[in-house]
């Protein structure tokens, strides 16, 4: 989102605007009244020399004061129905999930609807629908939306005709931020037996006799001067004892979720990821993506985030790699964002030694100051690369190499993808457009040592 009025005010202070206007109605006023009406005869030489001075500084004074030019907000939202879990186990995936992250240009909305949900003995519902929206109006709001119809858990021992979950970040024109889950609530709520009238207090713990606890309307807000965040469980059971049920110690249920938040205000935010090796054919992948890493839309604190596997190994002589490592790391400030992404792999061949090389390396850069953005391949290199046929192809191949490899297909080396905000690189790209004689299939796309960072705005 850039900087309009509506978030000049918010972060530089309503007041500041205020006198900020003030002071260029008056300036402009006063020499309109001096070119029409003739100068008063108070003004002196030093007054003339004061409101040529106001007049430039009001054109001149920073549109935020805390030194961004521009400014972005971040809006995140999520929303599920049920969802069953040991630790960081699944029992029951999250039903019905809607979902919106990294969003800096709302409008945005995702929705997701499941006629019925039923694993017993954990969890028996009837229609979910969710829904999580960037919205930019009077306010600026993050807002997530669960609603579950005929509620059954536990074989009866908590039931409700509906229950929904809403939780609304805002951001207001005065730069401060809210957080709401006043529109939450039960229809017919019981529990072990016993009817729940209305909405319970945040975060009402009851026991469950020979199971665990619930907490009903679980709420977990956080307020801060650049951020916001408000999530609700209306129902998390947990269980904690043996039970007649058969249900391992350690498991927990939660029904209907919302999360919303907001963060700002940044220079700009991250994506990008890297991954060792893909293979697939006329867009069917075959082999997914090899240690395949992400980077944060928010950075990572400039923690280096690594995924690393021994090797890859295909058959046919299709593809062989060693070590596989994939990194992400990367900063997000008001007045800059930086990011990074690589790929490096080792011993490197590709269709029974057509393409050989030691080590290979991607890696990309994005960064920007909030006005212009910055994309560089810093770092980027081959080891010992030899192509067969090819006696000119080494390690010091150009960007965007490509050559026809005799009776298989097309091969792009160091190939780099760039737009005006991102930059992925395909260091092996290997496209098999030929009949031959290893019984590649046509349409196979392989590409080795990937690695794209970019910035939005």
């Not at 026991?207 to 209306?234: D, K």
């Amino acid at each position: 989102m850039q900087l309009s009025l509506k978030l000049y005010m918010r972060q530089s202070g309503f007041l500041f605007v205020i006198l900020k206007l003030s002071m260029l109605f008056y300036s402009v006023s006063t020499f309109l009244y001096i070119i029409f009406e003739g100068a008063p005869v108070m003004l002196t030489k030093q007054s003339y020399l004061l409101l040529f001075v106001g007049f430039i500084l009001t054109l001149t004074l920073p549109m935020n004061v805390n030194g961004a030019a521009n400014s972005e907000v971040n809006y995140a939202a999520n929303a599920y129905g049920t969802y069953v879990f040991v630790g960081n186990t699944a029992t029951v995936g999250k039903t019905a999930l809607s979902q919106l992250g990294c969003v800096a240009h709302p409008p945005a909305h995702s929705e997701n609807t499941v006629t019925s949900a039923r694993v017993l003995p954990f969890i028996n519902v009837g229609l979910i629908h969710t829904t999580a929206d960037a919205i930019d109006a009077a306010d600026t709001e993050s807002k997530a939306i669960s609603t579950v119809n005929s509620v059954n858990l536990l074989l009866g021992l908590i039931k409700a005709d509906a229950i929904k979950a809403v939780t609304t970040t805002s951001l207001d024109n005065l730069g401060k931020f809210h957080t709401s889950a006043n529109e939450s609530g039960f229809t017919n709520l019981f529990v072990a037996g016993n009817s729940i009238s209305g909405t319970p207090a945040p975060n009402t713990k009851i026991t469950l006799p020979g199971l665990g606890y619930v907490i009903l309307n679980e709420q977990t807000s956080q307020i801060h001067a650049t951020s916001a965040s408000l999530q609700v469980n209306m129902i998390h059971v947990v269980i904690n004892l043996p039970n007649l049920l058969g249900i391992p110690t350690g498991t927990q249920i939660i029904v209907s979720h919302a999360s919303s938040s907001l963060h700002g205000f940044y220079s700009g935010f991250l994506y990008g990821f890297s991954y060792g090796s893909n293979v697939n054919v006329s867009s069917v992948v075959t082999s997914g993506n090899s240690a395949y890493q992400t980077l944060p839309c928010l950075g990572t604190n400039n923690q280096v985030l690594t995924n690393t596997i021994a090797g890859v190994n295909l058959p046919g002589g299709l593809l062989t790699l060693g070590q596989v490592t994939d990194t992400a790391k990367g900063t997000v400030t008001q007045t800059s964002s930086t990011g990074e992404t690589t790929s490096t792999i080792q011993s490197i061949n590709i269709a029974a030694g057509a393409i050989k090389a030691d080590l290979i390396k991607a890696d990309s850069h994005a960064f920007t100051d909030g006005t212009t953005i910055q994309l560089n391949d810093t770092g980027t290199q081959f080891l010992g690369l030899v192509v067969a046929g090819h006696p000119e192809i080494n390690a010091n191949v150009q960007q965007n190499t490509k050559i026809q490899l005799a009776g298989i297909g097309t091969l792009w080396l160091r190939r780099e993808i760039k737009t005006l905000n991102s930059l992925e690189i395909r260091m092996i790209e290997l496209n098999v457009n030929s009949v031959n004689v290893l019984n590649i299939p046509v349409g196979t796309n392989i590409r080795v040592g990937v690695a794209k960072s970019g910035i939005i705005k």
